[in-house]
């Protein structure tokens, strides 16, 4: 006889979401990641206080940076996840435009929500957007500009990206003083985008005009006891070796004597091991030995009477920094002194920093190596000058990368939007609707950066909108006055690149949670005893 009870293929604990359900799931959660962060973009945007919990318990950080928000937060919703993703992604790949992306992504679900309640199927939809997509792209590849032909344009236009985009950061009321400490780093490294030549040190006390660009190399460590303070020509070995074996560590054995002279004996014996490590490494033609590792009194004595200047304890980051720098590279044995290349500097010396001191490695190998000191009253506040202060680079470094510039202040934005308007109104189909809905959705970011200061923004965007129907393609958001205005004028210049990929990124990932239509979640795995052998 044939049971008419429903059948269940998955497991008791697992859960599965269909259909609208399962759509309308992942549309709240995106749109509530959306409208979490909205209140943070543009120049007048709001900060956010997060508290931490578990290990670091009570530590607070105070940030309006998007990627940081987003990570920092636990989601449980798998749509939002992907827009955390999505927002990291941005982060690694232009250091800028985080909060615009995952705005854009939560207004296109919101703007597709309404249209599948008109009964337009998601794959239609999904047409439409990948037709404004590709007619946005070409406005913004013809509202571009690149200046990079002419030097002192092109610093000019570098000049105005770091001004923009610190805008919107703490650094807002410094701006002048970071953007030519960000370009003048940036212009340091000759065209070549690896931002590891350059490296942020974070000292609290002072105020935040009183950061500073340092050329060289700065260490956070100081050298041992009775060893040279200074030292010039020097040759550095880097090194990642365990220099701390001068006392007796078999861990899980057990070692019989018959007296304590035998003990003596054993302690020699490593001494005598010990003594022979520092001889090799002393091979080596150095006059500066850097270790990644701790360095015990015992060798640290030897390498003083050698009158060698021996730093501990350079963490990772440090020794890849310095190895990349100096001109060296990171050597665990000591065997071949012939196949060691060896790190260069003209002079290591001491430097005060506020209390503090540090050794400073001048005239490095690496020419273009500099050291960015960020001062400031509280570690917060440090720690979200260093968040802004990165950002500004990773878009200089990628400017510098693909040259083309775009203006901001939501310029580009409205132009595209009007584009797929235009574009749209000359297309059959229901896919127009959706290209309308996609051409709504971009007009969203003006509108949130004027409601984020306050300003009328039906009114704003409605002047903009006209602006650039009527051919004023320099028309923007003037934020200091509550008016449209030309960003050309103004300098409110933006990287080609961030928007390029604020476009794409947002409507890809827009596009993958329309897909959905089923969320199965798994089974728990159950606990059982464990019945095995320790």
């Known amino acids: 006889m044939v049971s008419l009870n429903p059948l269940r293929v998955l497991k008791n604990e697992a859960e599965e979401e269909k259909a609208e359900i399962a759509r309308m799931s992942s549309f709240i959660g995106a749109i509530a990641i959306g409208d979490l962060v909205k209140s943070t973009l543009g120049p007048k945007g709001m900060d956010k206080i997060l508290v931490a919990h578990g290990r670091s318990a009570g530590q607070v950080e105070v940030t309006n940076d998007g990627a940081t928000i987003l990570k920092s937060i ?258 665990s044995t000591f065997d071949n002194p012939d196949l060691v290349k060896l790190g260069r500097c003209d002079v290591i010396e001491q430097v005060m920093i506020g209390e503090d001191v540090l050794l400073r490695f001048g005239g490095v190998a690496l020419g273009e190596a500099c050291t960015v000191v960020i001062r400031g009253a509280t570690q917060q506040i440090i720690d979200e000058a260093d968040r802004s202060l990165h950002d500004a680079l990773c878009v200089l470094a990628a400017t510098v990368k693909e040259s083309r510039i775009v203006y901001g202040g939501g310029c580009s934005e409205m132009h595209m939007a009007c584009a797929v308007a235009a574009a749209a109104a000359k297309t059959p189909g229901k896919e127009a609707v959706a290209m309308e809905a996609f051409a709504r959705a971009l007009q969203q970011l003006p509108t949130t950066i004027a409601d984020n200061a306050g300003y009328d923004s039906a009114q704003l965007v409605s002047e903009l909108r006209a602006a650039h129907v009527g051919g004023n393609k320099t028309a923007g958001l003037d934020m200091d006055g509550d008016r449209v205005g030309c960003m050309k004028t103004l300098g409110i210049t933006e990287s080609f690149v961030v928007k390029r990929q604020v476009l794409i990124s947002a409507s890809e990932a827009a596009e993958l949670i329309l897909r959905v239509d089923n969320i199965i979640k798994a089974a728990p795995r159950k606990r059982v005893e464990d019945r095995g052998h320790c």
């Not at 749509?79 to 995952?102: C, R």
């Not at 490593?270 to 850097?290: A, G, S």
């Open 74 to 331: 636990g989601v449980d919703n798998p749509a939002a996840k992907i827009l955390v993703d999505m927002s990291k992604v941005q982060d690694d790949e232009v250091g800028d435009g985080t909060t615009s992306v995952t705005v854009l992504a939560a207004e296109l679900l919101k703007e597709a929500e309404k249209l599948i309640e008109q009964k337009i199927h998601p794959q239609t939809i999904i047409g439409g957007w990948r037709k404004a997509v590709d007619v946005a792209r070409a406005a913004l590849r013809d509202l571009s500009m690149d200046n990079s032909g002419d030097t002192e344009k092109f610093r000019e236009d570098l000049m105005n990206i770091a001004r923009t985009t610190l805008s919107s950061k703490i650094l807002s009321q410094h701006k002048e003083h970071f953007t030519k400490l960000a370009v003048d780093a940036v212009l340091r490294l000759k065209g070549s985008s690896d931002l590891q030549a350059i490296q942020i040190i974070k000292k609290r006390g002072g105020c935040l005009e009183e950061s500073f660009l340092e050329e060289g190399f700065l260490l956070d460590k100081k050298p041992g006891v009775h060893q040279p303070k200074r030292v010039e020509n020097a040759r550095i070995l880097i090194a990642n070796t365990p220099m701390d074996t001068d006392k007796i560590k078999v861990f899980g054995s057990h070692i019989k004597v018959d007296s304590m002279a035998k003990i003596a004996e054993l302690e020699v014996a490593e001494k005598e091991k010990m003594k022979d490590k520092v001889n090799k490494i002393l091979r080596h033609n150095i006059n500066v030995f850097i270790n990644r590792q701790l360095i015990y009194n015992y060798p640290e004595q030897l390498f003083a009477d050698a009158g060698i200047m021996a730093i501990e304890h350079a963490d990772f980051d440090g020794i890849e920094r310095l190895a990349l720098v100096t001109g060296g590279e990171i050597v």
